[in-house]
């Protein structure tokens, strides 16, 4: 966590993707960085990766999109998102 950032890496082997198991994950991973008393979530990801970006919109959550060095920033305002307990 920076600056109440939370950046987050998602990497779901081939044979359990299509499950909405990375949907679970963005999900959890949104609710306990503001636990954890975080503004906002940030994926970084490839340029490529349209996955995470349908992930994040299958999520429920509205993103800020941004190009920094040949990778994607997604950001996710976490103002709307329950908290689960830290654990």
């Known amino acids: ?5 939370w950046t987050f890496q998602l990497l779901i082997e081939d044979a359990w993707q299509g499950q ?11 609710s306990r960085a503001k636990s954890h008393g975080a503004a906002r ?7 490529s ?4 970006l349908r992930t994040v919109g299958n999520a429920g959550f509205v993103a800020r999109v941004e190009r920094h060095d040949g ?3 997604i950001t996710v305002p976490l103002s709307a998102v329950r908290s689960t ?3």
């Not at 966590?1 to 950032?5: R, Y």
């Not at 909405?20 to 949104?30: D, R, Y």
């Not at 990766?49 to 995470?52: F, G, H, I, R």
Request: aromatic share 4%; hydrophobic share 45%; proline share 0%.
């Open 41 to 47: 979530l940030t994926f970084i990801t490839e340029g």
């Open 85 to 87: 307990a830290a654990g």
């Open 71 to 73: 990778n994607v920033h």
């Open 20 to 30: 909405g198991l990375s949907t679970m994950l963005v999900k959890q991973a949104a």
């Open 49 to 52: 990766n349209d996955k995470l």
């Open 1 to 5: 966590q920076v600056d109440g950032v």
